[in-house]
């Protein structure tokens, strides 16, 4: 069965109420990708990231200094999230909040302004005023590109959530992360926090199904213009 039959299976399986049947069709969908494009994927994550790394170190090293500069160090925050099927990884990102903001996580839940599993408050009081720049043009995420180059993440896939959000999912939404969680994907160039849970998951699932070198290729150039306008990013 090709990918565009089992996608058709997928959308086709609807109860009598309208609802949506969980149907685990992913894993299929992805096992069908040609083994020369998942090659092809990883070479170019290695090779661009390493390279994005050198052409992108003046700005690590403003980044470190603006950090260090209003609050101390650590520059760097790590926190584990969920990897290809739900393997946990340590991702790296530029720390954007002030040093007590884990302690107080469980205070925040009740203001979260997202939907289903996943944790956004637009105007959150424990990121800093370096943090709300970087936060806006994404630079704090650039730390993840010694994430890709590790092989924890790809420079585009399913962007990765707790470890603790990603186990309370049903086995529908886990699919999301069949593949490696990524930098940008749909939901990056679509609008970002803008875009409830329910929809975030069906642009995974989407990108699952249209993984291609052609749709990587196009998804990074739409993440450029994205990135400078900030829609949807804090």
């Known amino acids: 069965m090709n990918d565009t ?6 959308q086709d399986i609807i109860e009598a109420s309208g609802r949506k049947i969980i149907n685990l069709i992913y894993q299929e969908v992805y096992d069908h990708k040609a083994n020369i494009y998942k090659g092809i994927k990883r070479a170019f994550d290695v090779v661009a990231s390493s390279f994005a790394l050198i052409v992108l170190s003046p700005i690590f090293l403003i980044t470190a200094i603006a950090i260090l500069l209003e609050d101390g160090g650590p520059v760097f925050f790590t926190q584990e999230r969920a990897g290809k099927d739900l393997k946990p990884f340590k991702i790296y990102k530029f720390r954007s909040m002030y040093k007590n903001a884990e302690s107080q996580f469980q205070r925040m839940q009740a203001k979260n ?19 709300k720049f970087i936060r806006k043009y994404s630079i704090d995420e650039l730390p ?5 180059i590790k092989g924890d993440m790809s420079i585009v896939g399913p962007r990765p959530i707790l470890v603790n959000q990603m186990e309370e999912c049903n086995a529908y939404e886990k699919q999301r992360l069949i ?13 970002r926090a803008n875009i409830k849970w329910d929809e ?9 199904s249209d993984m291609s070198i052609s749709t ?8 450029i213009p994205v990135v400078f306008k900030s829609d949807g990013a804090y």
């Open 5 to 10: 039959a089992l996608v058709r299976q997928e």
């Open 113 to 131: 302004e997202q939907t289903g599993h996943a944790f956004k408050i637009k105007d959150d009081p424990r990121i800093t005023h370096v943090g």
């Open 144 to 148: 993840q590109l010694l994430n890709i």
């Open 179 to 191: 593949v490696k969680p990524g930098l940008t994907c749909y939901w990056q160039v679509g609008g």
């Open 200 to 208: 975030w998951v069906e642009l995974d699932l989407k990108y699952i």
């Open 216 to 223: 990587d290729i196009k998804l990074i150039l739409k993440t």
